[in-house]
C-alpha cells in the first residue's frame, strides 16, 4: 500500500518523475562515457540536490547510481572499454558479438540481464530493508558500534586487492572524521585555528575531490594519446541486431543465476558491482553447457555479468535504510542527501519518513523501466555520440563542472580549494592501490561509531565489559575477523599452491 | 600476457611504492596523535571515553599499520593482487599543472569572479589536455556561459564578489 502510494506521489509530481526521467538518460550517458563513473557523477550533483525537494533530490541520484551500472555495458560492448568496473565482465563476450556483427544482440541481452538482476535487487530491498529494520530497533548503542565495526573492517577488507591497505584507506577516512566538533563535549577537534574547519570537513568537497578530481588527473595521458579505435557499432543484418525470444528464453537462467549472485554480494558492505560480475561470470561458465563459446561472444557471458552487476543496486541499500550504515559508496552519498534534507536514516526511518522511502523505492522501480527503454531503443545511439565526442573536450568541462560544484554545497572557497587538495590525495591513492570509496564510507560512518562506542561506555560501570553481555555485538565482532581470517587463508594457500606448483 | 621479468619489476616497484607510503602513513598517525593533545579535557566527565581517544586510537593502528606496509616494502613483499601504478613523471605532467591550474581557479574566482576564472579554467585545461583548434576557442565560452544559466540562474547560487573586478557586474 505504502509503495503504491510512493508510485502515486512520483506520477502525480511531475517535478520529481522528471528527475527519475533525467537521472535515467543521465546515468545511462554517464556510465557508458569511459572513465567517469557514477558515483563520479552523483559526487558531482550532490551539491544540485540540496536546492530541490528531498524526494526528487533522492529519486535523481539513486536512478544515476542504477542506470549508470547499465550504461557502462553500452561502452563495454561497442568499444571493448568498460565504461565502469561493473561492466568489466560484459566485455569479454559483449565485445566478441560486436566484433561479429551483433552489436545490437549484446546490447539488449544487456538490457534485458540488467532489468531484471535490478528488479530481483530492488524488490528484495523492498522486503528486506522493512523486515531488518523492524528486527534492529530495539538495538542499543553497544551493538551500533559492533555493527559500525563490522562494516568498518569488511569494507576495508574486501574493497581493495590489499587488506592491510584497505583497512588502512577507512582509518585515514575516519581520521578525516576526527576534525571538528566532538559528537559528545561539543569541543573543537584539530581545527587548526581555522574558522572552516570548526565544524569538520563537508562531505562534498571529499566526494568531489577524491571521486571527480581525482579520475580527471588520471585520464589527461589517456586522453592525450586520443580515443582508440571504436569497433563497429553498425550491424551486419537483422539477426544481429535482435534478440528472439528464444534467445531470452535461453539467458533467462543465467540472469536468475546472475541476480541470486549480484544481491546477496550487495547486501555485504564495500564488496560491489565490479566483484559480482566477475564471480558470475565464473559460476556461470562453469555451469554452462556451451562453455567453449564463452569468451566467443555468447549472449549467456553477456547476460550473467549484467544481471549480477545490476542487483547489487537494490540490497546495497538496505544497511544504509535498515541500520544507517552505508554499504557503498553510492549509500554514503545518499547518506549525505539525507541528512542535509534533515531525515535521519536508521530502523525507524520507515515511521519517520516512510512517504519518501516508498517513493524512493518507486522511484528506483520506475527508473528500471526508463533505462530499460533508452538502453533497448538508444543504446547504440548513444554509444555513437560518446564515440564522436573527444575525450579531450569532455575531462575539462568535467574539471570546471566539479570545482563549481565543491562551491555550490556551502557557497564557500575554502570547500573548493578542500576539493583541489583531496583531488590529489585521490590521485595518490589511486595510483598507489588504496580505496577512495572505502575513506569516504569511513569518513560517513566515524561519527556514528564514536557516538555509539562512548554512549555504550556510559550505560555500565564495566567499561569495554558492555561487549562481552551483547550476543547481538559479539556476532558482528566475529563476521570481519573470520572474514579477514577466510581472506588471508586463502592467500595463503594459494602462495602454498603457486611454490609447489613451481618446485 | 606480462611476462615473468615484467612482474617481478611490478612487484619491485609496488614494494618500493608500499616503503614510502608507508612511511607517510606513519607520519600523518604521529601528527594527528601529537595534535590530538590539543584537543581540550575541561567539559570531560570522570567516567566514560574523553574526545581524544577515537583519535589516538585510529593513530595508533594507522601508525602500525604504515610501520607494516613499509616493513613488508623493505623486505620486497606485498599482497599478490597489490600493484601500484604511480609514475613520478605522470604525476608532474598530468596531475601537478591540473591540481595547480584547480588552486588558480580558487584565486581567479575571489579576485575576478565566475565568468574569467571559468573561461581561464576550461581554456587552460583543454590545453592541458592537448585539444587544439576550433574546439580550443569554442568551448570555453559556450559551457561558461551554459554553467553561469544552470548555476547562477536557474539555481540562484550566490556568486561571491570579486575582489578585484568582476567583468559580469559591468556587463549586466
Same mark, same amino acid.
Request: charged share 10%.
Given at each position: 500500500?505504502?509503495?503504491?502510494?510512493?508510485?502515486?506521489?512520483?506520477?502525480?509530481?511531475?517535478?520529481?518523475?522528471?528527475?527519475?526521467?533525467?537521472?535515467?538518460?543521465?546515468?545511462?550517458?554517464?556510465?557508458?562515457?569511459?572513465?567517469?563513473?557514477?558515483?563520479?557523477?552523483?559526487?558531482?550533483?550532490?551539491?544540485?540536490?540540496?536546492?530541490?525537494?528531498?524526494?526528487?533530490?533522492?529519486?535523481?541520484?539513486?536512478?544515476?547510481?542504477?542506470? &549508470?551500472?547499465?550504461?557502462?555495458?553500452?561502452?563495454?560492448?561497442?568499444?571493448?572499454?568498460?565504461?565502469?568496473?561493473?561492466?568489466?565482465?560484459?566485455?569479454?563476450?559483449?565485445?566478441?558479438?560486436?566484433?561479429?556483427?551483433?552489436?545490437?544482440?549484446?546490447?539488449?541481452?544487456?538490457?534485458?540481464?540488467?532489468?531484471?538482476?535490478?528488479?530481483?535487487?530492488?524488490?528484495?530491498?523492498?522486503?528486506?530493508?522493512?523486515?531488518?529494520?523492524?528486527?534492529?530497533?530495539?538495538?542499543?548503542?553497544?551493538?551500533?558500534?559492533?555493527?559500525?565495526?563490522?562494516?568498518?573492517?569488511?569494507?576495508?577488507?574486501?574493497?581493495?586487492?590489499?587488506?592491510?591497505?584497505?583497512?588502512?584507506?577507512?582509518?585515514?577516512?575516519?581520521? +578525516?572524521?576526527?576534525?571538528?566538533?566532538?559528537?559528545?563535549?561539543?569541543?573543537?577537534?584539530?581545527?587548526?585555528?581555522?574558522?572552516?574547519?570548526?565544524?569538520?570537513?563537508?562531505?562534498?568537497?571529499?566526494?568531489?575531490?577524491?571521486?571527480?578530481?581525482?579520475?580527471?588527473?588520471?585520464?589527461?595521458?589517456?586522453?592525450?594519446?586520443?580515443?582508440?579505435?571504436?569497433?563497429?557499432?553498425?550491424?551486419?543484418?537483422?539477426?544481429?541486431?535482435?534478440?528472439?525470444?528464444?534467445?531470452?528464453?535461453?539467458?533467462?537462467?543465467?540472469?536468475?543465476?546472475?541476480?541470486?549472485?549480484?544481491?546477496?554480494?550487495?547486501?555485504?558492505?564495500?564488496?560491489?558491482?565490479?566483484?559480482?560480475?566477475?564471480?558470475? $561470470?565464473?559460476?556461470?561458465?562453469?555451469?554452462?553447457?556451451?562453455?567453449?563459446?564463452?569468451?566467443?561472444?555468447?549472449?549467456? &557471458?553477456?547476460?550473467?555479468?549484467?544481471?549480477?552487476?545490476?542487483?547489487?543496486?537494490?540490497?546495497?541499500?538496505?544497511?544504509?535504510?535498515?541500520?544507517?550504515?552505508?554499504?557503498?559508496?553510492?549509500?554514503?552519498?545518499?547518506?549525505?542527501?539525507?541528512?542535509?534534507?534533515?531525515?535521519?536514516?536508521?530502523?525507524?526511518?520507515?515511521?519517520?519518513? &516512510?512517504?519518501?522511502? $516508498?517513493?524512493?523505492?518507486?522511484?528506483?522501480?520506475?527508473?528500471?523501466?526508463?533505462?530499460?527503454?533508452? &538502453?533497448?531503443?538508444?543504446?547504440?545511439?548513444?554509444?555513437?555520440?560518446?564515440?564522436?565526442?573527444?575525450?579531450?573536450?569532455?575531462?575539462?568541462?568535467?574539471?570546471?563542472?566539479?570545482?563549481?560544484?565543491? $562551491?555550490?554545497?556551502?557557497?564557500?572557497?575554502?570547500?573548493?580549494?578542500?576539493?583541489?587538495?583531496?583531488?590529489?590525495?585521490?590521485?595518490?591513492?589511486?595510483?598507489?592501490?588504496?580505496?577512495?570509496?572505502?575513506?569516504?564510507?569511513?569518513?560517513? +560512518?566515524?561519527?556514528?561509531?564514536?557516538?555509539?562506542?562512548?554512549?555504550?561506555?556510559?550505560?555500565?560501570?564495566?567499561?569495554?565489559?558492555?561487549?562481552?553481555?551483547?550476543?547481538?555485538?559479539?556476532?558482528?565482532?566475529?563476521?570481519?575477523?573470520?572474514?579477514?581470517?577466510?581472506?588471508?587463508?586463502?592467500?595463503?594457500?594459494?602462495?602454498?599452491?603457486?611454490?609447489?606448483?613451481?618446485? | 600476457?606480462?611476462?615473468?621479468?615484467?612482474?617481478?619489476?611490478?612487484?619491485?616497484?609496488?614494494?618500493?611504492?608500499?616503503?614510502?607510503?608507508?612511511?607517510?602513513? =606513519? =607520519?600523518?598517525?604521529?601528527?594527528?596523535?601529537?595534535?590530538?593533545? %590539543?584537543?581540550?579535557?575541561?567539559?570531560?566527565?570522570?567516567?566514560?571515553?574523553?574526545?581524544?581517544?577515537?583519535?589516538?586510537?585510529?593513530?595508533?593502528?594507522?601508525?602500525?599499520?604504515?610501520?607494516?606496509?613499509?616493513?613488508?616494502?623493505?623486505?620486497?613483499?606485498?599482497?599478490?593482487?597489490?600493484?601500484?601504478?604511480?609514475?613520478?613523471?605522470?604525476?608532474?605532467?598530468?596531475?601537478?599543472?591540473?591540481?595547480?591550474? %584547480?588552486?588558480?581557479?580558487?584565486?581567479?574566482?575571489?579576485?575576478?569572479?565566475?565568468? =574569467?576564472?571559468?573561461?581561464?579554467?576550461?581554456?587552460?585545461?583543454?590545453?592541458?589536455?592537448?585539444?587544439?583548434?576550433?574546439?580550443?576557442?569554442?568551448?570555453?565560452?559556450?559551457?561558461?556561459?551554459?554553467?553561469?544559466?544552470?548555476?547562477?540562474?536557474?539555481?540562484?547560487?550566490?556568486?561571491?564578489?570579486?575582489?578585484?573586478?568582476?567583468?559580469?557586474?559591468?556587463? %549586466?
Amino acid at each position: 500500500m505504502e509503495l503504491l502510494n510512493g508510485f502515486i506521489t512520483i506520477f502525480t509530481t511531475p517535478e520529481t518523475l522528471g528527475f527519475v526521467v533525467l537521472g535515467a538518460l543521465l546515468g545511462v550517458i554517464v556510465g557508458a562515457v569511459p572513465g567517469l563513473t557514477a558515483s563520479a557523477a552523483i559526487a558531482m550533483l550532490v551539491p544540485i540536490t540540496f536546492y530541490i525537494d528531498p524526494l526528487s533530490a533522492l529519486s535523481f541520484l539513486y536512478v544515476i547510481g542504477k542506470a &549508470g551500472r547499465f550504461g557502462g555495458s553500452i561502452s563495454a560492448i561497442l568499444f571493448n572499454t568498460p565504461g565502469t568496473t561493473a561492466a568489466a565482465a560484459t566485455v569479454i563476450d559483449g565485445h566478441a558479438l560486436t566484433k561479429q556483427g551483433k552489436a545490437g544482440k549484446a546490447l539488449k541481452t544487456a538490457t534485458v540481464s540488467s532489468v531484471i538482476g535490478d528488479y530481483v535487487g530492488e524488490f528484495i530491498l523492498i522486503f528486506g530493508a522493512l523486515t531488518i529494520a523492524q528486527l534492529t530497533r530495539d538495538l542499543g548503542p553497544p551493538d551500533y558500534f559492533a555493527i559500525y565495526v563490522c562494516a568498518f573492517l569488511i569494507i576495508g577488507s574486501v574493497i581493495s586487492d590489499s587488506v592491510l591497505k584497505g583497512i588502512a584507506s577507512t582509518l585515514f577516512g575516519a581520521a +578525516l572524521a576526527m576534525v571538528g566538533l566532538d559528537p559528545i563535549t561539543s569541543e573543537p577537534r584539530f581545527d587548526f585555528g581555522m574558522v572552516e574547519l570548526y565544524n569538520g570537513f563537508s562531505l562534498v568537497p571529499l566526494l568531489i575531490g577524491m571521486f571527480v578530481l581525482s579520475e580527471v588527473f588520471t585520464q589527461v595521458f589517456p586522453a592525450r594519446q586520443g580515443q582508440q579505435s571504436q569497433g563497429t557499432v553498425e550491424t551486419r543484418d537483422a539477426d544481429g541486431d535482435r534478440l528472439s525470444w528464444s534467445e531470452i528464453r535461453r539467458i533467462l537462467p543465467f540472469v536468475g543465476r546472475g541476480a541470486g549472485i549480484g544481491s546477496m554480494i550487495g547486501l555485504i558492505p564495500g564488496v560491489g558491482s565490479a566483484v559480482a560480475c566477475f564471480v558470475a $561470470y565464473g559460476t556461470s561458465k562453469a555451469r554452462a553447457k556451451n562453455r567453449d563459446e564463452w569468451g566467443k561472444g555468447a549472449i549467456e &557471458g553477456v547476460a550473467a555479468p549484467e544481471s549480477a552487476n545490476n542487483a547489487v543496486s537494490g540490497p546495497s541499500m538496505i544497511p544504509l535504510l535498515a541500520l544507517g550504515v552505508p554499504g557503498s559508496t553510492i549509500a554514503a552519498m545518499l547518506m549525505g542527501v539525507f541528512l542535509i534534507h534533515g531525515i535521519q536514516v536508521g530502523p525507524k526511518i520507515f515511521d519517520t519518513s &516512510g512517504g519518501i522511502v $516508498y517513493g524512493l523505492f518507486a522511484a528506483g522501480l520506475i527508473g528500471i523501466a526508463l533505462y530499460g527503454l533508452i &538502453g533497448w531503443f538508444g543504446g547504440p545511439l548513444i554509444g555513437r555520440i560518446i564515440a564522436k565526442v573527444p575525450h579531450r573536450l569532455i575531462y575539462p568541462t568535467i574539471l570546471s563542472v566539479a570545482l563549481i560544484s565543491a $562551491y555550490t554545497a556551502r557557497s564557500s572557497m575554502f570547500d573548493v580549494t578542500i576539493a583541489c587538495i583531496f583531488g590529489l590525495v585521490g590521485y595518490f591513492m589511486r595510483t598507489l592501490n588504496f580505496s577512495p570509496p572505502a575513506a569516504i564510507i569511513a569518513f560517513v +560512518l566515524a561519527p556514528g561509531a564514536e557516538q555509539a562506542l562512548r554512549q555504550s561506555v556510559l550505560l555500565t560501570d564495566d567499561g569495554f565489559g558492555i561487549f562481552l553481555t551483547r550476543p547481538v555485538a559479539l556476532v558482528f565482532f566475529a563476521i570481519p575477523v573470520l572474514a579477514i581470517g577466510i581472506r588471508i587463508f586463502g592467500r595463503m594457500r594459494g602462495q602454498k599452491a603457486e611454490t609447489a606448483t613451481q618446485t | 600476457m606480462q611476462t615473468a621479468e615484467g612482474r617481478t619489476s611490478v612487484a619491485r616497484e609496488t614494494a618500493r611504492h608500499n616503503v614510502v607510503t608507508g612511511l607517510a602513513l =606513519v =607520519v600523518l598517525a604521529a601528527f594527528f596523535f601529537w595534535n590530538s593533545y %590539543s584537543i581540550s579535557l575541561d567539559f570531560v566527565d570522570e567516567e566514560g571515553i574523553g574526545p581524544r581517544f577515537f583519535p589516538q586510537a585510529i593513530a595508533v593502528v594507522l601508525g602500525i599499520l604504515g610501520l607494516i606496509l613499509a616493513g613488508s616494502g623493505v623486505l620486497g613483499r606485498a599482497a599478490p593482487a597489490d600493484k601500484t601504478s604511480f609514475e613520478a613523471r605522470r604525476f608532474w605532467l598530468d596531475a601537478v599543472p591540473l591540481f595547480l591550474l %584547480s588552486l588558480v581557479f580558487v584565486w581567479l574566482f575571489k579576485s575576478f569572479g565566475y565568468l =574569467v576564472a571559468t573561461l581561464i579554467l576550461i581554456a587552460v585545461g583543454l590545453l592541458v589536455f592537448s585539444a587544439r583548434g576550433r574546439a580550443l576557442w569554442l568551448t570555453p565560452p559556450i559551457a561558461a556561459i551554459l554553467l553561469y544559466l544552470v548555476f547562477f540562474r536557474l539555481m540562484r547560487i550566490y556568486e561571491p564578489p570579486a575582489a578585484i573586478f568582476n567583468p559580469l557586474t559591468f556587463l %549586466s
